[in-house]
């Protein structure tokens, strides 16, 4: 099957692949601790950077991303975001057309 890496961070659970729903931008993500890998960087911990900063950072807000959204709002299973599409990289919005919550 795929090749599986655990976490080097906690050792808890593998790193999964995951894409950002907005561009679709390809990482590796562990679930346990919430620690991204970019794909051009080693799986270790002195590269792991923490998905809350890198998605503050993407969205230009400062603290925790996760205040009025959540996980499926940004991100998503590299799985689920190839399932049906080809595995067309970064086209995968049309099996979820504009599914932003704005609601202000
Ligand atoms: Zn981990």
Not at 12 to 29: E, H, I, M, N, S
Not at 57 to 71: F, H, T, Y
Request: aromatic share 10%; net charge negative; proline share 8%.
């Amino acid at each position: 099957m795929s090749t599986q890496l655990v976490c080097p961070r906690c050792e808890q659970d593998y790193v999964q692949p995951y894409r950002f729903k907005a561009d679709g931008a390809p990482f590796l993500l562990c679930t346990e601790c919430d620690s991204l890998w970019w794909p051009s960087e080693a799986v270790k911990v002195a590269q792991a950077q923490f998905l809350d900063d890198v998605v503050a950072a993407r969205l230009g807000i400062e603290g925790n991303p996760w205040s009025d959204r959540v996980w499926a709002d940004v991100i998503q299973p590299e799985q689920e975001a190839s399932a049906g599409e080809g595995a067309v990289p970064g086209r995968n919005d049309r099996a979820h057309p504009f599914a932003r919550t704005e609601t202000d």
